[in-house]
């Protein structure tokens, strides 16, 4: 694996705060009620609340750099600014890097991101996930392992002399495949004819098994590196299923990073909640990330003795401040020069929190716990500044490394053929091992379609009033079941799944047109299934009309209800975030949509001005078209009792073809919709897309350095052709001195 180039994160003047509702003074005049009740109706009060204030420091490569710091100081709030995570309050300030002026979107092209709460699709195993890093976010052209290419020998046994590039990456992922030039046996530079269509099949074949072998290697690899033999084929699991350990999970996670090759890895908290031993471990892995080149930056929460030596480079924050940037090793020496002097045995980051954010023997005497802190940080703040530390950091941002940035270093997407087939992929592989959901829908499919059977069983032999009556309620009830039955079972899924689109998003994984088709694309045939069992079994037991078109109208009837329950649902669960607010906003469209479904109100005659809610409803539509496939032209005893009972209860004139396009087109625009509540979503997560459009964030950091660094680059220009210069002279000098 060759070196990463050098990338140094420098920022200067960072500030960053939030709108939060202003708090009513103490003792203000005025009735409470009458505030609460005007509150609806008046525009609320926001103070900005400065989370940040006024930050300057550097992250150099090669290094890792632990953010310390007390609960609410704001060290993941830096974390999460640097690495473009953030896309709410506001935001001012530099940030550099290798002196290319960059957002938090264009740090999201180079820098790779572990949340603190690992999200990882629970049935899937250590190695797929790993696998699933590589395959939708191919490591960058200059990281990938160089040698001759495999296929070049298949060339040659069907007598086609090529020369073989593997530093040209084609392909959908990206490797470096081989790519004949110059010399071959079809027309061109050589005047000869094109190879055969064998060849190229071969070529071809040899690639796809070339990019397998490549994955299976690298993911290998991984496992390997971060201690993951023993549970690469167990599943991740969660809360309500049994998987790998809290430990495996996190380096799964930062296993699922590093083999994107970024060259820049943000970290949150990446130990807590583990055990010393697998803290250390993490810990360790860190080290020799950063030991490759890549500049590593993470937040610890008070790390231990052992991990506190591993590290390089310390930040202390503390409200929102800098109270330290610099060494490890320089760290005691400072605290000593500040008052506080650290102990042998005594672990310099607890000590930091025990005995310097929280001393408060030398404040004054009568103020509030807030006041004290806010003092606290102010005297650490003043003191800090005016440390040599903090000029050799500023040094550090005023001399930055000024290295171009290669185009290869920019993270990689698959294209979306590749994602959308690798999703389908998963999404499948899912369904099957989540068999207790699939066999809990076909199940109930036929227990419903068994139990309205056998309450209605043989309406065809009862009377005439009977017939009218159990129809109607059992086809309603279909209706209801098909629709209602779906959505429940979409919601459940989909709003636990929902945070792990979110975050696979976020981490460019994928795009949403690709997640969106498979998702559909695998969810669609247990919708079709459930409806034509559930159609199957009640159908003959209820004693409708044996007639296999008309049975096959109710078959169809059911799968489009079910359809649009399953848009519908879809619909719900990106609209909200989670289960609960789901199901209360549930009644608030489904209860209107059941009172117009033409049965509960005779919609010809119901209230003008809420008669347009049947318009709307999906269940009116079903229902309209299973009564009319039923009674028309049904007949008994002579009595063509089916047309009157239709004319009596005016569920309008439609046919059934036209009922069942509604259906279809209710469902086609809910389905609309919840791919736009996606986008919103996805949107809200990273901000204007053409704000921050990818070629705008590329161009800004393959641009020249910012204009306040040209002297620094030109000094080191200056150096660098002074040492060139110096190296072609000494051949000279060698000889001359023979």
Partial sequence: MEPNKPLQISFEGLTYSVKVPAKQAVGSSGNPLLRVLKSPFTKPEFNDKVILRQLDGSFRPGRVTAILGPSGSGKTTLLNLLAGQISTGTTSGDIWVNGRRASGASMRQLAGYVNQDDVILPTMTVEE????????????????????????????????????????????????????TGRSNGEGQGGRSAPPKKVTASVAAA???????????????????????KCRGTAVGD????????????????????????????????????????????????????????????????????????IDDILILFEGRIVYLGERASLVGYLERLGHPCGIYTNPADHVFNAVLFEGATLAKGMSDSQRVEQRAEHLLTTWQSSPEAATMQALI????????????????????????????????????NRLVIKVRLIQSAFFGLLIGCIFLNTDDKAVAVQRQNYSGAM???????????????????????LVFFREWQAAYYGLPAYFAAKNIVELPIQIVSPIIYSAICYWLLGFQHDGVKFILFTVIAVSLSVCGFTCGFLLGASFKTLSAVLAALPAMFLPFMLFGGLLVNTGNSTVWLRWIQWVSPIKYGYSAMMKNQFEGYVVDGKPIGDEYLNEVQLGSFSIGVDIIFVLGISLLAWVLSYVALEYLTKKGRGDSAKYSTKKCQAELLGQPDAR????????????????????????????LE
């Fill in 207 to 229: 690639r796809k098994a070339e990019i397998k072998a490549h994955h299976k290697a690298r993911c290998s690899h991984a496992i390997s590196l971060f201690g993951l033999e």
């Fill in 398 to 433: 005023a001399n930055p490394e000024l290295t171009a940035i290669d185009k290869t270093q920019f993270r990689q997407t698959s294209p979306p053929l590749t994602q959308l087939k690798y999703l389908i992929k998963r999404a499948g592989r899912n369904a099957i091992r």
């Fill in 476 to 498: 309603f009830f279909s209706c209801m079941t098909q629709f209602l039955l779906t959505i429940l079972a979409v919601v459940n899924v989909f709003t636990g799944e929902r």
């Fill in 239 to 310: 809360s309500s299923r049994k998987g790998i350990s809290g430990g495996e999970k996190k380096r799964t996670a930062i296993a699922m990073e590093w083999v994107t090759e970024a060259p820049v890895l943000f970290l949150d908290e990446p130990t807590s909640g583990l055990d010393a031993h697998s803290a250390l471990m993490v810990a360790r892995q860190l080290k020799d990330i950063a030991n490759a080149g890549r500049t590593v930056v993470t937040v610890l929460h008070q790390p231990s003795s052992d991990m506190f030596e591993i």
């Fill in 129 to 180: 996930a790993i696998e699933m890093s590589i395959i939708l976010r191919p490591p960058p052209i200059a990281s990938q392992s160089r040698g001759p290419s495999p296929m070049a020998s298949v060339v040659g046994e069907q007598n086609v002399s090529a020369e073989v590039d593997v530093n040209v990456a084609t392909g959908p992922d990206q490797l470096p495949l081989p790519v004949t």
């Fill in 709 to 736: 660094f040209a002297k620094v680059a030109e000094k080191k220009s200056h150096v660098a052709t002074l040492a060139a210069t110096e190296e072609s002279q000494k051949p000279m000098l060698n000889l001359s």
